[in-house]
Every structure is written in structure tokens, then in C-alpha cells.
């Protein structure tokens, strides 16, 4: 999701509570606050000598060892007051990729793309998923790629088609 589509949903959802699943039904805890954004940038070599360049913007949460007892989640207008602020100080790129860092004692430290979100009456659930590493370059590597199933079946020797 791109930084301007979160900042649009977070518009449209008021005062409902920012609510983030980690990992599967995992939330991160009431307790959390926005602690950091990042805006970065990427200037990269993959290993087939490709070159490439995007940008991120990163928003951190960290929950709070003081406040465990807290059972109210911010909310969307509190979150989105913040990375308002946080924009006019350091203007975010609006087309940049927008990641969530977090990480607890039960979950390493990633920066999670959001995978889908769910509008509830009282909440905005937003879901996190982790991307896998991949090889970019895997045609001058010799990677081989994955191939259908059935196409592979057909391929194999006495299959029929080759």
C-alpha cells in the first residue's frame, strides 16, 4: 500500500481504534505508540549486476512496558494527527511503499507490508504480512523457476507433450 493510500484510509475511518495483526491474529498491544517514521530510500545492485531505486516510508510502533494494562487502542484521527505532524516537519513521498516496523519479545523485529485491512464498526484492523527474500536476478543466475504442476507432468518423461 502506498503512503497516500493508507493516509486516505486512516481519513475515511475517523475515530475508530488503529488496531495492527502482526502475524495471523496476533495484535500488537493496546499499549502501542508511533515512535518513529522513516522516509528511505533505496538504491540497490541485485546479484545479476540489475540495478534499482524506490522509496519507503516506514512507520514504527513500539509498545509501551508501562502502559500493559492499557485496553483502548489509539485512534485512527490520533494516528493520523501524528504522521500529519510527522509530514510537515519531513515530508513523506506519497507514492512511496508504506511499511510497519514492530517487533516484541514473542516477534523479531521486521518491517511488515500490509497485506489487507478490515472496517469494523468501532476499529480499523489493518493486517500485516512479511515478504520473503527473492533472487531478482534469477534468469543470469540460472535460478531455476517454479513451474506449474501440470505443465510439469505433461514434460516429464512419457508424459505425452514433449
Known sequence: ?????????????GNKELVFDYNRGALVGANYHLTEVKNISIDSVDCGAGTDFWKETIVQLWESPSELDKTRYMTVSKALQILNRVNGIKPMDSEAELKIEYGNADFHTAQLFIDTFEIFEDRLLIKLAAEKTDCKAKE???????????????????GGCC
Open 140 to 158: 543470469e543466475c540460472l535460478v531455476p523457476v517454479e513451474i506449474n504442476a501440470e505443465k510439469e507432468a505433461c514434460c516429464a518423461p512419457g
Open 1 to 13: 500500500m502506498k503512503t497516500k493510500e493508507f493516509l486516505s484510509l486512516l481519513g475515511e475511518n
